[in-house]
């Protein structure tokens, strides 16, 4: 019988350092994929409207995309919108699912990177654990991720194996996987979620908080495990 297989693509927003009151959460979006379902109709419509933008080959970033930064400081809100929407509709026309371990810094008594690593590590255990049923159900567990905060791979790394007993860690490059962008989108849109009051460009793209959660967010929202 073949091998039932899960993919886990990994994306982070945060970080271990000081704290921040105005962006005091770390998100870590989780894509999960079996690999039974072919999506492969789904990544060529994708790089074929990236393509047409005049993006060939590109790794969508939606933080920088969103704040016009980087690759992105010279295009018009419309080539970025159309960036935006073409990975939004390849994920929410996904057959994935996903979770999203969040914790909020500001709630640690002590400030420090080790209360949050004990904090974050234990929020991801309660996730898995939470849906254990849904993990256990595979042969195979692989678990991607870029490696681009250690701190977070270690926790990973340590997680995972300690739950489950059929974990393989690959590190990859962002650009290597669609779902790695759709994890990036993920993490993107759950920071937006909770935020009170939208940035001058998140407004500019999403228009209101109440616009963002209805065209956006609800149909993200469905994919949650």
């Excluded at 886990?8 to 927003?13: K, N």
């Excluded at 991801?124 to 595979?138: G, M, T, V």
């Excluded at 609800?218 to 949650?224: D, G, L, M, S, V």
Aim: glycine share 2%.
């Amino acid at each position: 019988m073949k091998e039932k297989v899960l993919s886990v693509f990994i994306d982070e927003s945060g970080d271990f350092g000081q704290y921040n009151p105005d962006s005091p959460n770390y998100y870590v979006a989780m894509v999960l994929h079996n690999q039974e379902i072919d999506i492969s109709r789904n990544i060529e419509a994708l790089e074929k409207q990236v393509s047409n933008w005049g993006y060939p080959e590109h790794t969508i970033h939606t933080g920088p995309l969103i704040r016009r930064e980087n690759v992105y400081k010279n295009d018009l809100r419309e080539q970025r919108k159309a960036l935006f929407n073409a990975l939004y509709h390849f994920t929410r026309l996904l057959d994935i699912q996903y979770i999203c371990p969040t914790i909020n810094k500001g709630d640690c008594a002590e400030k420090t990177k080790l209360v949050y690593t004990d904090k974050l590590t234990k929020e991801i255990a309660n996730q898995l654990r939470a849906k254990f049923d849904y993990f256990s159900a595979f042969d195979k567990i692989i678990v991607y991720y870029d490696y681009g905060q250690v701190e977070l791979a270690q926790i990973l790394v340590s997680v995972f194996n300690t739950m489950f007993s059929n974990v393989e860690f690959r590190k990859i490059e962002t650009n290597q996987y669609k779902l790695s962008q759709a994890a990036d989108l993920i993490c993107t849109v759950e920071a937006i979620a909770q935020k009170n009051v939208l940035t001058k460009s998140e407004s500019e793209f999403f228009h209101s908080k109440n616009d963002f959660k209805k065209n956006i967010y609800k149909n993200i929202a469905k994919k949650k495990l």
